[in-house]
């Protein structure tokens, strides 16, 4: 556990106004002198100790900083940066895309002792950060599993062998398919997942999940998806591919779930009727995680919060 430090006064740097680009294809720029994956998750780990420390001077910021936490646009040094008091090291989970000056983190912080989920991306320009990402689930109504006990699964970590790697035009596209089988889930297809994919939504293990009482978060993520289980989520949106690890297989997104809350019943592609939960308007905005391995949805994971029905995004141009 790292803990903050105290006496250390906050201090603030203003963030850019440029939005990020909508076009996936535009996050991946040349990034200026070569940063390779020790450069950037060393850059990553000065970020977190500047930030359990409450002193961005401890941080190697651009002059111009784009900054959100929970798709909001802040100033350095404000929101986390003045409530976290400790960060969980036994919950790390750390991948870098040195093509393009990515790295991103998911784990728990503490705010005054309180345990919180955690995912965080950096863009790395000239050896300083230009770009800083955040959602932060606090205690709030949704699936969520307890952030004081939460370990990484390990299926995320290691290098794959050469032979079970995916181009990254591969990667992007079976992410994308994701959120497309996704939206309107009726039972269609639209990517290919590993027999026994599990994923993992706010340290909540919500497929394949053997302990769980109910059938459905037992079965992996594709035959949850075959039933036609999230015929509720109305639209995936704004979607970015923020950060590709090839050599982990790893993909960082950014998404918005919207729910229309108008579908009252429905039913599964094996018949079996339901009524849906989502009684009014609503969005989940999210930073998700893939692990693709021999071509394959191998594991997911997500942290997400709940935002007012259709916000806009500030990483998206015309969104902030």
């Known amino acids: 556990m790292l803990r903050a430090g105290t006496g250390v ?37 000065q970020y977190l100790t500047g930030l359990v420390g409450h002193d961005p001077a401890r941080v ?85 599993g307890d952030p004081a006990t939460f370990r990484q699964d ?3 970590f290691g290098t794959l062998p050469i032979a079970e790697r995916t181009p990254r035009g591969r990667m992007v596209d079976l992410a994308d398919g994701y959120f497309s089988t996704l939206q309107l889930n009726d039972g269609k297809i639209f990517t290919q997942f590993d027999d026994h994919c599990e994923r993992w939504e706010n340290g909540w293990q919500g497929a394949g999940n053997p302990r769980e009482k109910n059938p459905a ?15 509720w989520d109305t639209r995936v949106r704004d979607r970015g591919f923020l950060l590709i690890d090839e050599e982990r297989g790893l993909v960082m997104t950014r998404m918005f779930i919207d729910h229309a809350g108008v579908l009252t019943d429905y039913t599964l592609t094996n018949g079996e009727k339901r009524v849906s939960s ?12 893939f692990k693709i391995r021999n071509g394959s949805i191998f594991r997911i994971e997500a942290v997400f ?3 007012p029905y259709y916000m806009p995004s500030p990483w998206v141009q015309g969104g902030g």
């Open 9 to 45: 006064a906050l201090a603030a740097v203003c963030l850019a106004t440029v939005a990020a680009a909508g076009d996936p294809a535009s996050d991946f720029n040349a990034v200026g002198p070569h940063c390779d994956r020790g450069c950037l998750t060393g850059i990553l780990d």
């Open 60 to 144: 190697p910021f651009a002059d111009r900083v784009k900054f959100t936490e929970n798709n909001v646009s802040l100033r350095i040094g404000d929101g986390l940066w003045g409530t976290v008091s400790g960060i969980r090291h036994d919950a790390d989970l750390k991948f870098a895309d040195p093509e393009t000056g990515e790295v991103g983190y998911y784990g728990v912080v503490e705010e005054h002792g309180v345990p919180a989920f955690i995912a965080l991306r950096l863009r790395v320009q000239n050896r300083k950060i230009s770009e800083v990402e955040t959602i932060v689930h606090r205690q709030e109504p949704g699936p969520a």
């Open 154 to 156: 390990p299926g995320f």
């Open 217 to 231: 978060n037992r079965t992996s993520c594709g035959e949850q998806f075959k039933l036609g289980i999230y015929r």
């Open 278 to 289: 989502i009684k009014s308007p609503y969005t989940w905005c999210a930073l998700e995680l």
């Open 305 to 307: 919060i709940g935002v």
